[in-house]
């Protein structure tokens, strides 16, 4: 099993530059998470999808974040623009049936200069 | 929302000595409480968990309490080995229909061979 993969590792980005992350679930896990974990700090929660819906995305920042799962598979979690205060590792997770416990890709490592 | 306090943020121990991280949560409808460990360039992964209705359990060298009426859980880490160095998360879980875990900020854990 492939586990989550999450691209790109690292990204440098200029601020008020755009960026996207791509993230490829476990295959057959229904649900998506983003997190964004800030240095020091555990995962906050951004937005999670049930399939292709996102059920819960209230910690998303609107102005400036984006988030999509088209055909409830693959996600894209895009910032624009990127503020110097956005640099953070954002992972990915994905969870299958069982309600409890999912698995966290490896991450992006986001710095915005 | 439920708030989860780790302690401490950073413990430094003898290869061969024991291990503790407590954590507090501060929801007493909480009843999901999963430890993970991520290593450096990982994401977080799942190593140990325990639900409300137990109040102890162990797997080899790793166990965690729970105490529901203090509303607070621990990890013990026995017979430390250097590659048990990592940063350590509790999380804590309302119940429902999703797995959105609270995290703590984290431990970082230094086994000194």
């Known amino acids: 099993e492939a586990g989550v993969v999450q691209s790109p590792r690292y990204k440098i980005i200029e601020k008020k530059q755009p960026v996207a992350f791509w993230c490829n679930p476990i295959?057959?896990?229904?649900?998506l998470y983003w997190y964004r974990q800030n240095l020091g700090q555990g995962p906050e929660l951004l937005i999670r999808?049930?399939?292709?819906?996102?059920?819960?995305d209230s910690q998303l920042p609107k102005d400036r974040f984006s988030a999509e799962r088209l055909k409830g598979v693959d996600s894209t979690l895009k910032i624009q623009p990127a503020e110097l205060g956005d640099s953070a590792v954002y992972l990915c997770?994905?969870?299958?049936?069982?309600?409890?416990?999912?698995?966290f890709g490896s991450g992006t490592r986001l710095t915005v200069v | 929302g439920e708030n989860v306090e780790q302690h401490p943020s950073t413990l430094s121990v003898q290869e061969g000595d024991s291990a503790v991280i407590k954590c507090t949560y501060s929801d007493s409808a909480s009843n999901y409480f999963p430890w993970y460990k991520q290593e450096l360039g990982k994401g977080p992964q799942l190593i140990i968990d325990?639900?409300?209705?137990?109040g102890e359990k162990k797997d080899q060298r790793i166990a965690v309490t729970l105490n529901k009426t203090a509303k607070h859980f621990s990890l013990h880490i026995t017979e430390t080995q250097p590659e048990d160095s990592a940063v350590y998360f509790c999380?804590?879980?309302?119940?429902?229909?999703?797995?959105?875990?609270?995290f703590g900020r984290g431990t970082s854990l230094i086994v000194h061979p």
């Open positions: 999380a804590a879980t309302l119940p429902g229909g999703s797995y959105i875990p609270t």
């Open positions: 999808y049930e399939n292709e819906e996102a059920v819960d």
């Open positions: 295959s057959g896990h229904n649900t």
């Open positions: 997770a994905s969870g299958g049936a069982a309600i409890y416990g999912y698995t």
């Open positions: 325990i639900r409300s209705n137990v």
